[in-house]
């Protein structure tokens, strides 16, 4: 991971070129031309050009009540419809939408019409169960088409989702439930993982115990496996019973272009988790569009995003973008590396895939896998069906860049290194394949239309070469709107005065001296990146000082991880002596699973270390620079005289 940045530049190559949707670097500079000179001309222009809607929309961008936003304000639409029904309507209803694969490698493909069908369905099973336009409605299931049907469901008629990733704790779900004011949670009985049954309704009911969350009037289940559940009489439903009778139309909720579409709760330097809110007209226009130029989407295409519903790519790159544009795409449920690490090779090789979109911790853990198990490398499959391939989450190392362009892409296929995040709805800076130079572990140049910049503390540009505060200077489309129940928050965490109205993305980044292309440099606050998933370090602390037995002070800080790219690394202060050896890894293990039961697995920090006290200056202050050249394993260098206490360096040296 020492390598930063390659010199090398990857030309796109004629076959990616030829028949692009954006065809050749003039293409894409045009395409940025027209943005810059009509802005709001430009977004109005694909707005229609992308999206059925029922109302045209007059306005364009709405900026009288700043950082708030609006964009077609005027106009309705249907989230579902544009994903589902025009299709059908345009005779395509046979087409494949989803290709699912179950964890135990067994298939289903669901045509637009089923897919339509089970929508509307479901659609009416809430109605019918007093769900209504602007109500929550907590998903918490495993990656299935029913997963995709109960958002677009949600959406079909105007109530608002809010997925929770399947990995997270209870009490994390219940803190969800109760920000969102849900009125209904919909889950599965277990999700099937790695050969393993995993329990969800289980933790659903959990959450839900002692009428922690009165807000919710029903629970319905889908029944993946044959697992018992404890059932609650007159709150809990199967799925198949609910739908069962049920008409398979119903008229879509045509909703304002403002109208939230979803909740997604994200991690934040301070505070617990807040709850981003995303629109509905600009948010599926970024979806649709980006999912058309970024991956150059065609209808001959099978396109696989293996990223999970609960988190945003799922939410844009699965439910959204590619069924708004008619596309086939794969659904897949299990893990990497399960029955083996060879799985994904498989998967591209058993289902033609053309477009492969994953992150790079997993690319560098099946780097590692194939270094140590052969026959699971990629040449021993057929991969030549794959065209495009796409990288996403953290940055991509360009050792990982060039195993995956080698051996994955045979050395044709172009490397989509997507940026952006929760709160921008989909990639803000991004090659696009069939016009973009590419140089490993660059995400290149700005999505045609997006600001996005560099500037010092003062919102002041810095000169190529320099490093500085990633903004995005223009409102788009597809931002963030607002946190759920705190403007606020929004407000100060996006829109810093001292930032001249521009939107922080919380990235530090660099422009290259010569062509100006962006790399990331890490997060500027105290939000950790593990394996893709983002962690607030305060929301670990907080976790573990919960602990009021055992702990009482922690400090977190992330540490480089070859795998994981970022590693949680806590600092920890028990109310009783410190200890060594044998004790001392079994305390590790039991804050281990104090953390996984408070927040959930991810959250698990994989280095503890013990000390009398933490590294504090004599006004009482944390060190945390200076705990994150420990956990690096690095000698400190920094000034120690400020320290309350030099002694303790000693004793965090021990990592458990
Ligand atoms: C943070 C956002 C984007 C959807 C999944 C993560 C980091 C994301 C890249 C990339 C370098 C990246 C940033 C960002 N990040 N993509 N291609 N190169 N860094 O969404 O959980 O909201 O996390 O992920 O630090 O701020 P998220």
Redesign the pocket.
């Known amino acids: 991971m020492s390598d930063k940045i390659s010199d090398k530049i990857y030309n796109p190559p004629a076959a990616a070129v030829q028949g692009a949707h954006v065809s050749g670097m003039a293409a894409y500079e045009a395409l940025c031309k027209e943005a810059e000179t009509d802005y709001a001309g430009y977004w109005a222009r694909q707005a229609r050009e992308l999206l059925s809607w029922k109302q045209p929309f007059t306005q364009v961008l709405n900026e009288s009540d700043a950082p708030f936003f609006k964009w077609f304000e005027d106009g309705r639409l249907n989230v579902s419809y544009n994903c589902l029904d025009r299709h059908v309507e345009a005779g395509r209803g046979e087409r494949v939408a989803i290709i699912f694969e179950a964890d135990d490698g067994s298939v289903t493909r669901v045509t637009y019409a089923e897919l339509l069908a089970r929508t509307a369905q479901l659609a009416n099973a809430l109605k019918a169960r007093g769900v209504k336009k602007g109500d929550r409605v907590v998903i918490y299931m495993p990656m299935s088409v029913e997963g995709v049907v109960a958002m677009q469901a949600c959406a079909r008629i105007g109530a608002t989702h809010s997925v929770v990733f399947g990995g997270f704790s209870a009490q994390s779900l219940r803190d969800r439930v109760q920000d969102a004011g849900a009125v209904m949670v919909l889950t599965a009985n277990e999700q099937a993982r790695g050969g393993k049954s995993l329990p969800l309704k289980a933790i659903v009911d959990d959450a839900l115990a002692d009428n922690s969350c009165p807000t919710i009037r029903s629970v319905i289940v889908y029944k993946r496996t044959g697992g018992q559940i404890a059932w609650v009489d007159g709150r809990d439903e199967w799925l198949h019973d609910a739908v069962a009778g049920q008409a398979a139309s119903c008229e879509p909720e045509w909703v304002e272009a403002e109208h939230p579409l979803f909740l997604l709760y994200?991690?934040g330097s301070t505070g617990k988790p807040k709850g981003?809110q995303h629109s509905t007209g600009g948010y599926l226009l970024h979806a649709a569009l980006t999912t058309k130029w970024t991956f150059d989407l065609k209808d001959s295409d099978i396109f696989w995003c293996t990223?999970d519903i609960g988190?945003?790519?799922g939410h844009?790159y699965i439910t959204y973008g590619p069924l708004a544009l008619g596309g086939t795409e794969i659904v897949f449920e299990g893990i990497p590396t399960f029955p083996d690490a060879g799985r994904f090779w498989q998967m591209i090789q058993k289902h033609q895939v053309t477009i492969f979109y994953t992150?790079?911790t997993a690319i560098r853990s099946l780097i590692k896998a194939a270094e140590t198990n052969e026959a699971v490398h990629p040449k021993n499959y057929d991969l030549s069906s794959l065209r495009l391939l796409g990288?996403?989450?953290?940055?991509?190392n360009p050792a990982a860049w060039e195993w995956y362009h080698q051996h994955v892409g045979g050395g044709r296929c172009p490397i989509v290194?997507?940026?952006?995040?929760?709160?921008?709805g989909g990639?803000m800076?991004?090659p696009l394949p069939g016009a973009t130079p590419l140089v490993p572990g660059s995400?290149t140049l700005p999505f045609p239309g997006i600001t996005a910049a560099i500037v010092d503390e003062t919102g002041n540009d810095v000169p190529n070469g320099q490093g500085g505060i990633?903004v995005v200077k223009k409102p788009w489309p597809s931002m963030i709107r607002t946190i759920w129940g705190d403007p606020e928050r929004f407000k100060k965490s996006y829109y810093p005065p001292e930032l001249k109205g521009y939107y922080l993305?919380?990235?530090g980044a660099i422009r290259d001296a010569d062509n100006g292309y962006f790399?990331?440099t890490?997060?500027i606050d105290d939000?950790l990146?593990v394996s893709?998933?983002?962690m607030g370090t305060m929301e670990i602390e907080s976790a573990l000082v919960s602990c009021t037995d055992l702990v009482a002070e922690a400090a977190v800080v992330g540490r480089p991880d070859d795998t994981t790219g970022e590693a949680i690394c806590a600092f920890v202060v028990l109310k009783r002596p410190r200890p060594s050896g044998d004790e001392a890894k079994a305390i590790a293990k039991q804050l281990r699973d104090w953390v996984a039961k408070e927040i959930g697995p991810i959250a698990k920090p994989k280095d503890i270390r013990f000390g009398d006290n933490l590294p504090k200056t004599r006004s009482g202050k944390i060190m945390r620079r200076l705990l994150r050249s420990v956990a690096k394993g690095e000698s400190v260098t920094q000034d120690t005289s400020t320290l309350e206490n030099p002694a303790i360096l000693e004793q965090l040296g021990q990592a458990y």
């Open positions: 994200t991690s981003v990223a988190w945003v790519t844009t992150a790079p990288s996403v989450g953290e940055p991509i290194d997507t940026f952006w995040q929760t709160e921008t990639h800076i991004t995400c990633l993305a919380g990235d790399t990331i890490g997060r939000v990146n893709g998933h983002r």
